[in-house]
């Protein structure tokens, strides 16, 4: 097993973001998002977070 530091590719990063970019408009790569409205719900989401309630990235919209 050999693991990597993302930072050795840097200089890769344009051409990754390009393709990431590229993909999620084709809809080749999806993400899913949990999302929590208003700032008075910071507590909950974070608490959320430990307790495995959100999907994918935990967002707070205020």
């Given at each position: ?7 050795n590719f840097?200089?890769m990063y ?6 990431l970019a ?41």
């Amino acid at each position: 097993m050999q693991g990597f530091i993302v930072s050795n590719f840097q200089s890769m990063y344009p051409e990754a973001i390009r393709l990431l970019a590229q993909w999620v408009k084709e809809g080749k790569l999806k993400f899913t998002e949990t999302i929590v409205h208003g700032f008075d719900q910071l507590p909950t989401a974070l608490i959320g977070l430990f307790t495995g309630e959100n999907t994918g990235k935990m967002i707070v919209e205020i």
